[in-house]
Nanobody, 122 residues
């Protein structure tokens, strides 16, 4: 059974940094595709970052976000620097056992965590 559990979300000030974590079990992350998405109130879930053979980022990231994995610990991370109020959202970790996917489309991922809230105040 695949499980993804996010953590690290909290309320911060604009300009702060956060590292979100996602604990993965039930699949081999070194051969899987892993993604981070976010959803703000009243908005659709949007792609943030993904990693399969390489890293991919949404255009709005502008170098502020970094996705990484620790295969030994079965963890996926999202480092967010220079947080902005518009980054406020629930952040979700997602996984697909195949690396052959359209990584930016949330419907491509069958496995999801419960989400972690990030709130950025100006």
């Amino acid at each position: 059974q695949v499980q993804l559990v996010e953590s690290g979300g909290r309320s911060v000030q604009a300009g702060d940094s956060l590292r979100l974590s996602c604990a993965v079990s039930g699949l081999t992350i070194s051969t899987s595709a892993l993604g981070w998405f976010r959803q703000a109130p009243g908005r659709e879930r949007e792609f943030v970052a993904a990693i399969e053979w390489t890293e991919h980022y949404a255009d709005f990231v502008e170098g502020r976000f970094t996705i990484s994995v620790d295969n030994a610990k079965d963890m996926v991370y999202l480092q967010i620097n220079s947080l902005k109020p518009e980054d406020t959202a629930v952040y979700y970790c997602a996984a697909e056992t195949s690396r052959w996917l359209r990584y930016s489309e949330y419907r491509q991922y069958p496995y999801w965590g419960q989400g972690t809230q990030v709130t950025v105040s100006s």
